[in-house]
Structure formats: C-alpha cells, structure tokens
C-alpha cells in the first residue's frame, strides 16, 4: 500500500506544478533590467535585504492563491529563514537564505519532496534584483527528476518583494508563478 500511496501522490505534485502551465519560460532578460554577476559586496548586501524582511507578510501568488509567510533570522543572524503556510492547502514550505564564504545560497525544502540549492548568480537594478540559479539539491538524483530551478526577487520598496520561480523537469524549464509579497501591518 506504501508505494502506490507514494506514487499517487507523487503523481498529485506533477499535477499540481503542471496544472495551469503556460509553456517553456520567457527568458528572464527580456522582462528584467540588465544584470551583473554576483561579487562578494552584492552577496553581503542582498543578504542584508534579506534580513530587512523579519516579520509577517502576505503573498499573492499569479496562480490566485495565498499565504502567509514569516521572515525571521536564526543561527546568530547567519541564516534567514521564510516560512511559508498554505501555498498549498494543508502544507507549510521554508526557504533559508544564507551566505557561503562569498556566495549567496537558498535552500527551499519544497513541497515536491525535495531540496534544491540555488547560488544568487546575477543582480541588477544596483542589487534590488537577485537571480537565483540551480546549483544541486536533495532528493534530486538527477537533473531531470522535478524541482523548482530559478528565482527571481525584486526588493520594490520597504514592504514590497515580488519574487519569480520556475520549475524544471525533464529537460524543460517552465515558468511555475510570481508571487507579490506585502509586509502585514
């Protein structure tokens, strides 16, 4: 009975990150200002961005959902943490940001089951605009097997991030949603 329930709801995920699909990803340079790769000074400074964001805000995402989501610093400041509650009924999802040395990481522990690693790799619009890139990820033995692959966040003002994912699988990267986040009074 174990693996036919794994394999429903494995099958239910597919779905679930299939559902709505508008095809193959625009590519994120037609629709984002000119980038430059990611040096130590623009890591540090994202990551201080990052931190700016503790507390309680709201997401929207473009799929016609929406979450709550709490930003907050743990490990002595080293990692901010956001939790994420009811992007999917029923589940919570996190995603830690972190400095590596000299580089920016997240890791989102998703509710596809898996762990991807994403290097911030470019920043534009003086580094209000971070692009993060897939580097590796737990329960994704191979390149192929499903799992969110790329984001985007634009810090627009003090209590406005929007931040962009796409979702890989299969040799095919498409686009998965955006979600506007609003710091909540």
């Known amino acids: ?36 790769p990611s040096t130590p000074e623009l890591a540090r400074a994202a990551f201080q961005r990052f931190q700016s964001l503790e507390g309680a805000w709201e997401g929207r995402s473009t799929k016609g959902w929406v979450e709550s989501l709490r930003y907050q610093s743990i490990a002595a400041g080293s990692t901010v943490l956001e939790t994420s509650l009811d992007a999917h009924p029923g589940e919570a999802m996190a995603t830690a940001f972190y400095l590596d040395g000299d580089r920016l990481l997240l890791t989102h522990y998703c509710v596809a089951k898996n762990q991807p690693r994403l290097e911030a790799t470019a920043f534009a619009d003086g580094g209000r605009t971070v692009v993060f890139t897939f580097q590796d990820g737990g329960n994704i033995p191979t390149r192929d097997r499903g799992h969110m692959d790329r984001a985007v966040f634009t810090f627009e003002t003090d209590g406005r991030v929007r931040s962009q994912w796409t979702w890989y699988q ?6 998965l949603e955006e979600i506007v986040q609003t710091r909540k009074p």
């Open 1 to 36: 009975m174990r693996p036919l329930l794994a394999a429903a709801l494995g099958l239910a995920a597919a779905r679930l990150f299939a559902a709505d699909d508008p095809g193959p990803v625009t590519p994120w340079a037609s629709s984002s200002p000119p980038s430059v």
């Open 170 to 175: 299969d040799g095919k990267e498409r686009w």
